[in-house]
C-alpha cells in the first residue's frame, strides 16, 4: 500500500469538510469515548451520518486536521490486509507529527471489505484514539470475538433508508401544518413514499428512470460485492433468481424448500443447504428482514416459516418491475420498516397465524405490546370482517389490548367485543 496515496485521501477529505447535508432523525452520538458502529444496507446514508458528526464537531472547534477519514469502498483500499492497516498510522503520524492521536477522531468507512479489520479496530482504540465510527453493509460486520474482546464498549447504531419523516423533510414537506392544503400535500407524499422507498439518492432525484437506475445499480452492487464476492458465492444467476423470489413473496410466509423445488425443476443447480445460506446471507446485508409466526412456544417460533420483507420498496419495484398494483404489499413493507427502525433493544416483531392472521404482533420484553393489521382498503366489507377477526383472534391469544388497522387513508375508531381498534391512516401513524 503506498503511503503517499492514503495521506492524499486523508487530506482531500478533510479539506471537503463541512459538507452540505440534510440532517436525519437521530444523529450519532459524540463524545462518549466508545467504538461507534454504523451498520445498514449499502446507500441509506451512513456515511452521511458520520459526515454529520464531523460537521458538528468542526462547528465545535475541532482542527479539520485532527480529522481522520479512510473510506475503503475505494477499490485501492478494499484490497488492503490486516497488515497494511499500519500504513493508516504511519501516513497520518508523518503528515501531523504534532498532533496528540488521543484527541484524533477516526471515521472508517465500509471498514468490512477489508479481512480481519476487527483487530485493528481494537488496538486502534486501545492504543491512540477513543473516537472511532466505523460503517459497513453487513449486520455481522463485528464479530462474537471482538464484541467479547471489547466488553460492551462499542455501541450500535444502525442506519436505515428514509423515514417517512425524513421523506418530507428531504422532498421540503411541511408535517406541522394543520392547513389542509398541506395535509393534503402529506398524503400524496406518502404514496410516493410507499413506491418510491427511502434512499437518499433516490429521493433527491426527480427523474422516474434515472431513479430506477439508481436503484438497479444497488441492487447488482449489493448482488455482486456483498453476496457474492463476499460469501464466495458461484451460482451467480441462480442468487439472482432466488433474490426475486424472496422479492416476489414479501407478506407471505415463505418456503425455502418450495422456492429450491422450483430452481431444480428449472433445470438450474443448486445444493439443497444453499438456498437456506443465501436467505441467511441477505439477511445479513440488509436487503431483507425476516419475520417469524408468533407463539408461546419458543420451538415453535423458531421453526415456522419465515416471511421476509425487503429493505425499500422503490429496490424492490425497481428490481421485479411489477405489472399488477402492489400497494397493499408496499404498505405493509412500509409498515414493518417502521415498527423495525423504531423497535426498542427488548423488542422482537412476529407475524401471527392461528385459524385467521394477523400481520404484525409487537412483544416488548415478556409482554405483546401491540397487534397490528395492515390493510390499504377496508371499503369492502367482506375485507373489513377478514382484517378485524385476525386482529381480534391475535388479540385473545397474546392478551394484547393495543390493536390497530394501518390503512392508506381511512381514520376511525371501533369498539368490538369491548376492545377499542384504531384505524388510522399510514401517512398520520408514521408521523406520530
Sequence with gaps: MNKEYIKTQIFMRQQEFPTPLIVRDKPLPTGIKKIITVPGVRRCGKSSKMEA?????????????????????????????????????????????????????????????????????????????????????????????????????????ETFPL???????????????????????????????????????????????????????????????????????????????FLKRIMANITKPTSIRNIT?????????????????????????????????????????????????????????????????DDGKKLENTVLLHLYRERTPVDRIFYYQGQRECDFIVQRAMEVYAAIQVCWDLSDSSTRDREMAGLLEASKVTGCGNLYIITFDHEEELEVDSKVIHIVPAWKWLLS
Design 53 to 157: 458528526v464531523a460537521n458538528k464537531l468542526l462547528a465545535d472547534g475541532l482542527d479539520r486536521r485532527k480529522i481522520l477519514w479512510v473510506s475503503f469502498d475505494d477499490e485501492r483500499l478494499s484490497r488492503m490486509n490486516a497488515e497494511d492497516f499500519n500504513d493508516i498510522i504511519e501516513a497520518y503520524c508523518e503528515m501531523y507529527p504534532e498532533i496528540d492521536f488521543s484527541e484524533v477522531v477516526a471515521f472508517f468507512d465500509e471498514i468490512q471489505l477489508v479481512e480481519n479489520w476487527e483487530y485493528f479496530v481494537l488496538r486502534f482504540y486501545k492504543h491512540y484514539t477513543k473516537n472511532i465510527y466505523i460503517s459497513g453493509s453487513n449486520a455481522t460486520m463485528l464479530s462474537t470475538e471482538l464484541q467479547s474482546a471489547l466488553r460492551g464498549w462499542p455501541l450500535e447504531e
Design 163 to 241: 423515514s417517512f419523516h425524513e421523506y418530507c423533510i428531504f422532498k421540503g414537506i411541511n408535517t406541522e401544518s394543520y392547513d389542509e392544503r398541506e395535509r393534503a400535500k402529506v398524503r400524496t407524499a406518502f404514496r410516493d413514499y410507499n413506491n418510491q422507498g427511502g434512499f437518499p439518492e433516490v429521493v433527491l432525484t426527480d427523474n422516474p428512470m434515472l431513479r430506477t437506475r439508481i436503484l438497479q445499480g444497488y441492487f447488482d452492487t449489493m448482488l455482486f460485492k456483498d453476496l457474492i464476492e463476499h460469501y464466495q458465492l458461484t451460482n451467480i444467476e441462480v442468487v439472482k433468481y
Design 261 to 325: 423445488n422450483d430452481i431444480r425443476s428449472r433445470g438450474l443447480k443448486t445444493g439443497k443447504d444453499d438456498p437456506y445460506r443465501w436467505a441467511e446471507y441477505a439477511t445479513q446485508i440488509f436487503m431483507f428482514i425476516k419475520v417469524l409466526n408468533y407463539s408461546q412456544s419458543l420451538g415453535k417460533t423458531e421453526n415456522s416459516l419465515p416471511k421476509y420483507y425487503c429493505i425499500d420498496n422503490g429496490l424492490r419495484d425497481a428490481v421485479l418491475l411489477p405489472q399488477s398494483n
